[in-house]
Nanobody, 116 residues
Framework: QVQLVESGGDLVQPGGSLRLSCAAS????????MRWYRQAPGKERELVAT????????NVADSMKGRFTISRDNAKNMVYLQMNSLKPEDTAVYYC?????????WGQGTQVTVSS
């Protein structure tokens, strides 16, 4: 069955870095656009970053541009989110999502907390 499993969330101090990972299985990963979303308490889910199926194009939300980087390894069925210069407002549950002809899939999320 389709699975997206996020990992790497943690408690980190402001200014710190984290790398989130998402392991995909059960579908043809290399044919899917991959996205990271996040949802903070009391707020709507927002799109963080997108990467095309072969990784040739990426996009990061304006508020995170220059701090976050999305990447993927199609040989390993993995997508990553490198987060630098973290701020308290980056605190949220981070989700990976796959979008393609077969539909869309979501992981269960990983908690990122930025606090001193």
């Amino acid at each position: 069955q389709v699975q997206l499993v996020e990992s790497g969330g943690d408690l980190v101090q402001p200014g710190g870095s984290l790398r989130l990972s998402c392991a995909a299985s059960g579908f043809r990963f290399s044919l899917y656009v991959m996205r990271w979303y996040r949802q903070a308490p009391g707020k709507e889910r927002e799109l963080v970053a997108t990467i095309t199926s072969h990784g040739g194009s990426t996009n990061v939300a304006d508020s995170m541009k220059g701090r976050f980087t999305i990447s993927r390894d199609n040989a390993k069925n993995m997508v990553y989110l490198q987060m630098n210069s973290l701020k308290p407002e980056d605190t949220a549950v981070y989700y990976c999502s796959a979008v393609g002809l077969g539909g869309s899939y979501w992981g269960q999320g990983t908690q990122v907390t930025v606090s001193s």
